[in-house]
């Protein structure tokens, strides 16, 4: 089926060739990108998105279009949704990026966007069956700055785990800062729960600040489940009764196994219950 994307407000083939190169999100990874999750015939948590992507746009000192609002890119993302034929869920990817011009130093700070948009067979958020298997990536750590909480383009300590993992046979790989704290995953925050307790890394410890770790806290803290945001170890993750993952598209993946521990799925259960009730309800 063809495929269509957003090209700064333009619809186009999504095989269409749309970056030059000179485009610094090619050469210096000098983007920022949301990855949104559509359901329920609308983006979800879409204001929460834009607020993460807006606050690394100005921490990478990039202009703010005026025009870049919820409804413009609700707007966009539906119109976008409706011609590649999502008629329930979908992934949408969101990607800002600097403008062309100069080489470290860019001669604008102006932007332009690219909008994708792939349909998905599940409706709703539904957990993982079978629990993922999931143990440290020790190659390179993640340094704690400003930068560490944004969707930044330039993503290579996320793509050299990834590879970890394949070379592995895990589902995921978990990534330490430069103290060895655990922060998160390739993709995701990470939960750990101990007598139904929540504990999950700080964003200051160099996590990225996800929308669905959020989501999550509220959901937790709404129905009187305490969650405490502490540096995590090897050792809270070894104690735990569960583990937990979380992004924008999945919701929420339960592990089943780091190193020659077991864990168990009873709060990831409830909390995607709660997760699916919350996004299902239909808007004001």
Same mark, same amino acid.
């Given at each position: 089926? *063809?495929?269509?994307?957003?090209?700064?407000?333009?619809?186009?083939?999504?095989?269409?060739?749309?970056?030059?190169?000179?485009?610094? $999100?090619?050469?210096?990874?000098?983007?920022?990108?949301?990855?949104?999750?559509?359901?329920?015939?609308?983006?979800?948590?879409?204001?929460?998105?834009?607020?993460?992507? @807006?606050?690394?746009?100005?921490?990478?000192?990039? %202009?703010?279009?005026?025009? @870049?609002?919820?409804? @413009?890119?609700?707007?966009?993302?539906?119109?976008?949704?409706?011609?590649?034929?999502?008629?329930?869920?979908?992934?949408?990817?969101?990607?800002?990026?600097?403008?062309?011009?100069?080489?470290?130093?860019?001669?604008?700070?102006?932007? $332009?966007?690219?909008?994708?948009? $792939?349909?998905? %067979?599940?409706?709703?958020?539904?957990?993982?069956?079978?629990?993922?298997?999931?143990?440290?990536?020790?190659?390179?750590?993640? *340094?704690?700055?400003?930068?560490?909480?944004?969707?930044?383009?330039?993503?290579?300590?996320?793509?050299?785990?990834?590879?970890?993992?394949?070379?592995?046979?895990?589902?995921?790989?978990?990534?330490?800062?430069?103290?060895?704290?655990?922060?998160?995953?390739?993709?995701?925050?990470?939960?750990?729960?101990?007598?139904?307790?929540?504990?999950?890394?700080?964003?200051?410890?160099?996590?990225?600040?996800?929308?669905?770790?959020?989501?999550?806290?509220?959901?937790?803290?709404?129905?009187?489940?305490?969650?405490?945001?502490?540096?995590?170890? *090897?050792?809270?993750?070894?104690?735990?009764?569960?583990?937990?993952?979380?992004?924008?598209?999945?919701?929420?993946?339960?592990?089943?196994?780091?190193? *020659?521990?077991?864990?168990?799925?009873?709060?990831?259960?409830?909390?995607? %219950?709660?997760?699916?009730?919350?996004? $299902?309800?239909?808007?004001?």
């Amino acid at each position: 089926m *063809q495929q269509y994307i957003n090209n700064n407000g333009k619809i186009v083939s999504a095989e269409e060739p749309v970056v030059k190169a000179s485009n610094r $999100s090619f050469r210096y990874g000098d983007a920022l990108f949301e990855t949104i999750r559509f359901t329920y015939n609308r983006p979800q948590f879409l204001a929460e998105h834009l607020n993460r992507l @807006f606050k690394g746009m100005k921490i990478l000192k990039m %202009e703010v279009n005026a025009s @870049f609002t919820v409804e @413009f890119f609700e707007k966009a993302i539906l119109e976008l949704a409706q011609k590649n034929s999502i008629t329930t869920d979908g992934r949408v990817r969101l990607t800002v990026y600097r403008n062309e011009g100069g080489f470290y130093a860019p001669d604008t700070n102006s932007v $332009s966007y690219i909008i994708e948009a $792939s349909p998905m %067979e599940d409706v709703g958020y539904v957990l993982n069956e079978k629990g993922y298997t999931v143990d440290l990536f020790n190659d390179f750590k993640k *340094q704690q700055n400003t930068l560490s909480s944004i969707k930044s383009a330039n993503s290579l300590v996320y793509v050299l785990a990834g590879i970890a993992k394949h070379e592995l046979q895990l589902d995921d790989c978990i990534i330490q800062n430069d103290k060895n704290h655990i922060i998160e995953t390739i993709s995701s925050n990470i939960f750990a729960v101990k007598n139904g307790v929540l504990y999950t890394p700080p964003v200051a410890e160099g996590c990225v600040d996800g929308v669905m770790r959020k989501k999550v806290i509220e959901i937790a803290t709404t129905n009187k489940i305490a969650v405490y945001e502490i540096a995590v170890m *090897q050792n809270v993750l070894l104690a735990a009764d569960e583990l937990f993952l979380t992004n924008s598209f999945s919701g929420i993946r339960w592990v089943v196994a780091y190193k *020659q521990k077991r864990y168990f799925n009873n709060t990831s259960k409830k909390l995607i %219950e709660k997760l699916n009730e919350l996004t $299902s309800t239909p808007l004001e």
